[in-house]
């Protein structure tokens, strides 16, 4: 078991290549071998680009570094076996096709014992919640699977520096408290010295003794949690900061679109399933679904992880063919005199149903925020000023006007899943299918994201919503599917 590490940053800074402004600045830190710390700040504001820094994996045509920034007074790169990071993105992390494989990949490129190692596993999974048989395919797992097996490959190797980057955002609630709770242990029986950003502060604020806040990339306080928490000048929530107890209000939502003479108003619902089974290939997840998606309305799908929420959505986007039963649109949204979503053409799915996946590096196909907003309006044909007004309001609205020339790949997990929802935006289409839109928003992102949802249901559009996200679900939801195991 190693020992914990030290963390040291002395003036270091960072600034990813084609982006205007740096992403960490001249930060001066020492994180003492053992600390427990809660690294917050809002969306953008370089916490994550710190632990990838610590881990060793930003290269040098990623960016730039200034200052220093050490590990065990060595740089992060020379340390690399100390430290485990869990990436925010954890489908980016799975390396083997079965689920014991991947936990043990990391403790084999450490050297572990083989004897070791296969006892190490077990315990590791278990640990995380990820009751699954070591033979069962990673690429069957759902996102928050993917989530717990990335920690469970981290907590097996047990080193020194733990690093993680939103270990909780796609998890069912019993899952928080699961992967919370395995971290405690290991940290615990370890000493290991932890950094975690999240933006779900109440789950971590009574396992870390301290708490770094970064705001544009600087260092703005540090300290107790409960002093730090307390916010007694209000700079914290005014940056975006969730803060325990507190959530931001939203405004409240208008008259049912039908009851205002909008266009999409139907006397039936816009998107209905009969006697719906669901599943990938020849494998059924669920059976017997009835799903009823009316104008002005968002319908939520609640569930534990790998319950189907993820593929029902598809599902019901047209993106994977029914394995028994029918989806059909109400008859103004058919296309070609075609009712069933999976028989449209992708240009016919633009203006129809448009879907966010769960893992927005899916989504992205060009090098630059603004080419992927254009994207989809190009498709309807859309040029010169009808293109910009299509666009611009989308990356003011959405905070994103700073990164239009930034790769889409080098932004947060939370600008990248702004920018997945405003891509389908940018199409306006009649229904918004959504895979856990509110993931990694901090709290003023998240209100903005919550309100411009509210005023399309507003105008008549519908929204599929499968979220873990109580807070979003309460304020927009107006009736939930839950699936159950």
Known sequence: MDAPALVEARGWGWRHAGRREPAVVDLEVRIGPGERVLVLGASGSGKSTLLAALAGVLGDEEGAATGE?????????????????VLQDPDAQVVLARVGDDVAFGCENLGVPREEIWRRVPAAL?????????????????????????????????????????????????????????????VVASSATLLVVEHHVAVWADLVDRVLVLER?????????????????GS????GVWLPGRRPPVPPRAPRAAETGSALATDEPLLAADGLA????????????EVRVEAGRMLGLTGVNGSGKTTLALTLGGLLPPLGGLVRSAPALAARGRREPIRWRSRELLTRLGTVFQEPDHQFLTGS?????????????????????????????????ALATANPFTLSGGEKRRLSVATVLATAPAILVLDEPTFGQDARTWAELVALLAALLDDGRSIVAASHDAAFLAVLADATLELTP
Request: overall charge positive.
């Open 69 to 85: 920034l050490l590990v065990d007074g060595l740089p992060p790169a020379a340390s690399r076996g100390r430290t485990g990071l």
């Open 126 to 186: 278990e640990d995380v919640g990820l009751r699954v048989p070591l033979e069962h395919p990673t690429g069957r797992l759902s996102g928050g699977q993917k989530q717990r097996l990335a920690l469970a490959g981290v907590l097996a190797m047990r080193p020194g520096l733990v690093l993680l980057d939103e270990p909780t955002a796609n998890l069912d609630p019993a899952g928080v408290a699961e992967v919370r709770d395995a971290v405690a242990r290991s």
């Open 217 to 233: 990339g600087r260092l703005v306080a540090d300290g107790p949690p409960d002093r730090v928490l307390a916010d007694p000048s």
């Open 236 to 239: 914290l929530a005014a940056a």
């Open 278 to 289: 669901v599943g990938r290939g020849r494998s059924v997840v669920r059976r017997d679904l």
């Open 369 to 401: 925020v603004r080419a992927e907003l254009e994207v989809g309006p190009r498709a309807l044909g859309l040029r010169g000023a009808a293109l910009a007004e299509r666009v611009d309001p989308l990356l003011e609205r959405l905070r994103l006007t």
